[in-house]
């Protein structure tokens, strides 16, 4: 588990609410099983259970009932009943990856594009919801006030704090639409924690001092 940064510490929510790689291959998709809004694939000689939404190589999904699953293979959709087999060519998703390497103060600092605005954050696996104060959202154009407001206990008192939904979070080209975020009056935190309601979305891995965030889509 990737250790939480001290700042995070401080805060308690109140208020819970490498470039791009593609590889061409050979596809092999068969329905197993079929439960309402799941099935259960063999994708290329893996078994899988997936449910409404999911994907696992490049075959994502859309829905099922008792007599098939309706896939999205490579951007076109698929219906494929019990037992039924489709081979096909397709191009697998492509994975984008970033690595930062660990600094002397122990933390993950890179930088990150917050509606469209390029701004430094720490990636903070102990902060629920990505977090700012009220003078970095005003930085990045995030009308706050306008959210729903709420409280946060720090360490010596309990200050006002606002929650929005963010058009956008992107870092080391891996975006993600209407995150959920938190902002605070004051100074804290000084660096915005990139929180959960970003980083659910991605892979994280640590190694050797470096932490990889990845996707493939």
Same mark, same amino acid.
């Given at each position: 588990?990737?250790?939480?940064?001290?700042?995070?510490?401080?805060?308690?929510?109140?208020?819970?609410?490498?470039?791009?790689?593609?590889?061409?291959?050979?596809?092999?998709?068969?329905?197993?099983?079929?439960?309402?809004?799941?099935?259960?694939?063999?994708?290329?000689?893996?078994?899988?259970?997936?449910?409404?939404?999911?994907?696992?190589?490049?075959?994502?999904?859309?829905?099922?009932?008792?007599?098939?699953?309706?896939?999205?293979?490579?951007?076109?959709?698929?219906?494929?009943?019990?037992?039924?087999?489709?081979?096909?060519?397709?191009?697998?998703?492509?994975?984008?990856?970033?690595?930062?390497?660990?600094?002397?103060?122990?933390?993950? =600092?890179?930088?990150?594009?917050?509606?469209?605005? %390029?701004? +430094? #954050?720490?990636?903070?696996?102990?902060? $629920? /919801?990505? @977090?700012?104060?009220?003078?970095?959202?005003?930085?990045?154009?995030?009308?706050?006030?306008?959210?729903?407001?709420?409280?946060?206990?720090?360490?010596?008192?309990? =200050?006002?704090?606002?929650?929005?939904?963010?058009? %956008?979070? +992107? #870092?080391?080209?891996?975006?993600?639409? $209407? /995150?959920? @975020?938190?902002?605070?009056?004051?100074?804290?935190?000084?660096?915005?924690?990139?929180?959960?309601?970003?980083?659910?979305?991605?892979?994280?891995?640590?190694?050797?001092?470096?932490?990889?965030?990845?996707?493939?889509?």
């Amino acid at each position: 588990m990737i250790r939480s940064m001290g700042i995070a510490a401080l805060l308690t929510l109140l208020w819970v609410s490498a470039p791009p790689v593609a590889h061409a291959q050979a596809g092999s998709v068969k329905v197993e099983a079929l439960l309402p809004n799941t099935a259960v694939l063999t994708i290329n000689g893996q078994r899988k259970t997936l449910k409404a939404g999911d994907s696992f190589q490049g075959v994502k999904l859309l829905g099922a009932d008792a007599s098939a699953a309706v896939l999205e293979i490579n951007g076109e959709r698929q219906r494929l009943g019990l037992n039924r087999n489709i081979t096909t060519n397709y191009v697998a998703p492509e994975r984008r990856q970033l690595d930062i390497p660990r600094n002397d103060r122990m933390q993950y =600092i890179t930088s990150a594009l917050i509606n469209g605005r %390029s701004i +430094e #954050v720490i990636v903070d696996t102990g902060a $629920n /919801v990505v @977090a700012m104060n009220a003078r970095q959202a005003t930085a990045l154009g995030i009308d706050y006030k306008a959210g729903m407001r709420s409280k946060l206990e720090t360490a010596s008192s309990v =200050i006002d704090a606002w929650m929005v939904s963010l058009s %956008s979070v +992107e #870092v080391g080209g891996i975006r993600v639409d $209407n /995150v959920r @975020a938190t902002v605070a009056e004051g100074n804290y935190p000084s660096t915005i924690l990139l929180g959960m309601t970003y980083l659910q979305h991605v892979e994280l891995r640590e190694r050797d001092g470096v932490l990889s965030l990845s996707r493939a889509w």
